[in-house]
């Protein structure tokens, strides 16, 4: 069965440290990976999306990911973390195998200002 | 533009009630699904709609049940609910199933007392 691991629960940062948050699946065929964001209190939206090409992919509000296959991981980073930032992350894959999107179990993250 | 529209908002179920969510996209998407949020286990998905007319079993789909009669509506149906039930549900629709960006409704929150 497909699989996706995020290894941070819960993180806490200062405004404006560095954030690199941890996704890997597990499946060996070809995947669509995205990182959605959910606010407090609001619905999943959509922060990045990988699908083929550069395996480094810059979405909205400054965030990145990268996309290394030989490790199964499409982790999220941002430079220089805004207390708006704070919200939970959720790394999700598809598999043509399965036609279907797997989310993980998502990463909250808290900002200080 | 609407999106995505779930109703209700919230609902406080007693245990052995019928309970219909629903949900209703106006972007004309093919695939459609039905996610519970819970605390620590992120999103699981219940049941899937590739396309009108179709639907397809999810990671946690018993005491759920749906269907796909149209594009635009994907209602969820509990039987006899009961209080492991209690989640927060989202409804999400995308262009094809997987390959383009899943749009979220603002979710249910179900208590089921």
């Known amino acids: 069965a497909q699989s996706v691991s995020q290894h941070n629960h819960h993180v806490i940062l200062s405004e404006a440290a560095s954030l690199e948050l941890g996704c890997n699946y597990s499946?060996?065929?070809?995947?669509?990976l995205f990182w959605y964001v959910q606010y407090p209190g609001q619905h999943l939206q959509l922060l990045l999306k990988y699908f083929s090409g550069d395996p480094l992919v810059k979405g909205i509000k400054g965030f990145e990911a990268e996309f290394i296959k030989s490790k199964f991981s499409f982790n999220l980073r941002k430079p220089s973390v805004q207390w708006s930032d704070t919200a939970e992350y959720f790394c999700?894959?598809?598999?043509?195998?399965?036609?279907?999107?797997?989310f993980g179990t998502g990463t909250k993250l808290q900002v200080i200002p | 533009i609407a999106g995505i529209t779930q109703a209700p908002t919230s609902q406080i179920l007693a245990a052995g009630r019928r309970m219909t969510l629903r949900c209703t996209q106006d972007?004309?998407?093919?695939?459609m699904y039905w996610y519970r949020q819970d605390l620590g286990l992120g999103l699981r998905l219940i049941h899937y709609?590739?396309?009108?007319?179709?639907?397809g079993k999810g990671e946690v789909p018993d005491g759920y049940s749906v269907s796909r009669a149209n594009t635009d509506d994907f209602p969820l149906t509990l039987a006899s609910a009961v209080p492991s039930q209690t989640s927060v549900y989202f409804c999400a629709s995308s262009d094809s199933a997987g390959n383009t960006e899943a749009f979220f409704g603002q979710g249910t929150r179900l208590t089921v007392v």
């Open positions: 972007m004309r998407h093919n695939a």
């Open positions: 499946y060996g065929g070809t995947v669509n």
């Open positions: 709609s590739n396309t009108a007319g179709t639907t």
């Open positions: 999700a894959f598809y598999s043509g195998g399965y036609q279907k999107v797997t």
